[in-house]
T-cell receptor
Framework: GAVVSQHPSRVICKSGTSVKIECRSL??????MFWYRQFPKQSLMLMATSNEGSKATYEQGVEKDKFLINHASLTLSTLTVTSAHPEDSSFYIC??????????FGPGTRLTVL | GENVEQHPSTLSVQEGDSAVIKCTYS??????FPWYKQELGKGPQLIID?????GEKKDQRIAVTLNKTAKHFSLHITETQPEDSAVYFCAARRLLLGKGGSEKLVFGKGTKLTVNP
């Protein structure tokens, strides 16, 4: 069964609004959660690494004030895209690493900013 | 830093044939090599992985081989079926020294596999 869930699967919003995406680790406790962004026909781009109770570590070039990450518990991390603009439209995917070091991905969230 | 090269970028095979995708990595400290299958509009699905203390691993029609000396690893799919059509990503995990031991996967650019009926 699925290890990681994401919600919503699709979201359309107006430019200037904020959007929150939830990522949950199912059945297991995640040691680390990751957020990726994927453009059409491209590979996965790591945005940030998130550990429970601590601040997320952002990759170079990723605006931490624009992409707010909260890792409130061992099983839940959220990504908030603030003041979204059309260029933020993308496929956002969360991932969890388990204690076995195996890493699983969620089903992804398609964000469209009008 | 780590760099993962993946070839080919596209691969077309006839149903029943075998498919092989190859990846090379640059960081000899990498010790974990997963393969993911991504269908259109979905998140990547882990299909098989291998650690650096093992040279080969097999799971039904899927196998992965690792050559640490040459720093390359390959995905082998036998008896391909149309439902194997997808984009496949290889990845390597490196240990990031100086960042509290945090590690991250470095991905190849993907291979689009098409299995023709």
């Amino acid at each position: 069964g699925a290890v990681v869930s994401q919600h919503p699967s699709r979201v359309i919003c107006k430019s200037g609004t904020s959007v929150k995406i939830e990522c949950r680790s199912l059945d297991f406790q995640a040691t680390t959660m990751f957020w990726y962004r994927q453009f059409p026909k491209q590979s996965l781009m790591l945005m940030a690494t998130s550990n429970e109770g601590s601040k997320a570590t952002y990759e170079q070039g990723v605006e931490k004030d624009k992409f707010l990450i909260n890792h409130a518990s061992l099983t839940l991390s959220t990504l908030t895209v603030t003041s979204a603009h059309p260029e933020d439209s993308s496929f956002y995917i969360c991932s969890v690493r388990l204690v076995t070091d195996t890493q699983y991905f969620g089903p992804g969230t398609r964000l469209t900013v009008l | 830093g780590e760099n993962v090269e993946q070839h080919p970028s596209t691969l077309s095979v006839q149903e029943g044939d075998s498919a092989v995708i190859k990846c090379t990595y640059s960081d000899s400290a990498s010790n974990y090599f997963p393969w993911y299958k991504q269908e259109l509009g979905k998140g990547p699905q882990l299909i098989i992985d291998i650690r650096s203390n093992v040279g080969e691993k097999k799971d039904q029609r899927i196998a992965v081989t690792l050559n640490k000396t040459a720093k390359h690893f390959s995905l082998h799919i036998t008896e391909t079926q149309p439902e194997d059509s997808a984009v496949y990503f290889c990845a390597a995990r490196r240990l990031l020294l100086g960042k509290g031991g945090s590690e991250k996967l470095v991905f190849g650019k993907g291979t689009k596999l098409t299995v023709n009926p």
